[in-house]
């Protein structure tokens, strides 16, 4: 069975420093790779996916970005985080429309 | 535009009694279904899926509904038990595709 792993756990960061978030996964290869935001009162919001190294796909306009240098490495990354930043980052394996496996999480507050 | 809804924002019913929880779509070219149930500063897990060639898959406690001309979907769980306190997503998605879409989501509590 697959494990992705996520961290860190928690992090609160002030407005306009860097982010970097990594995701790994473990029991599978060439998987898609997903990243979510749970912001409060609302659902899973898709922010990336990847089918592939160097593949990535954005669903939302913002100031985020994704990359995936390894098969099973996904990075989410900002140059300034803003306050609307805050929230719970979820990672997700999965293959293709069918059932996603997601890592534990990482909650990030933006002061 | 919310192509895949969950009406109700919470529930809660008695410990041993039904729970039945909603969701509604809108893309008729969905044609597969997911339910998700997430705890609190964890990430979802997996709970029971269907194909919309089937209008009931059953899976221990947890049974999923498809009513594919109402665009419904409902999941059941018999008997309820306080452990089933958590956060329940519906997902979809569509052949050929690389995503799911998921709903907003309704938290369940289960009291004794």
């Known amino acids: 069975s697959q494990t992705i792993h996520q961290w860190p756990a928690t992090l609160v960061q002030p407005v306009g420093s860097p982010l970097s978030l990594e995701c790994t996964v473990e029991?599978?290869?060439?998987?898609?790779l997903y990243w979510y935001r749970q912001a409060a009162g609302r659902g899973l919001q898709l922010l990336f996916y990847?089918?592939?190294?160097?593949?990535i796909s954005s669903e939302v306009p913002q100031n985020l970005s994704a990359s995936r240098p390894q098969d099973r490495q996904f990075i989410l990354s900002s140059k300034k985080l803003l306050l609307s930043d805050s929230g719970f980052y979820l990672c997700?394996?999965?293959?293709?429309?069918?059932?996603?496996?997601f890592g534990p999480g990482t909650r990030l507050t933006v002061t | 535009d919310q192509q895949v809804k969950q009406n109700s924002p919470s529930l809660s019913v008695q410990e041993g009694r039904i729970s039945i929880l909603n969701c509604d779509y809108t893309?008729?070219?969905?044609?597969?279904f997911l339910w998700y149930k997430k705890y609190p500063a964890e990430g979802p897990t997996f709970l029971i899926s269907?194909?919309?060639?089937?209008d009931k898959n059953e899976d221990g406690r947890f049974t999923v509904f498809l009513n594919k001309s109402a665009k419904h979907l409902s999941l059941h769980i018999v008997p309820s038990q306080p452990g089933d306190s958590a956060v329940y997503f519906c997902?979809?998605?569509?052949?050929?595709?690389?995503?799911?879409?998921f709903g907003t989501g309704t938290r369940l509590q289960v009291f004794p």
């Open positions: 997700a394996s999965g293959t293709g429309g069918w059932e996603q496996y």
């Open positions: 029991g599978t290869s060439n998987p898609n």
């Open positions: 990847s089918v592939g190294i160097g593949q």
């Open positions: 893309n008729s070219m969905f044609d597969y």
């Open positions: 269907i194909s919309s060639i089937k």
């Open positions: 997902a979809a998605s569509m052949t050929y595709t690389d995503k799911l879409i």
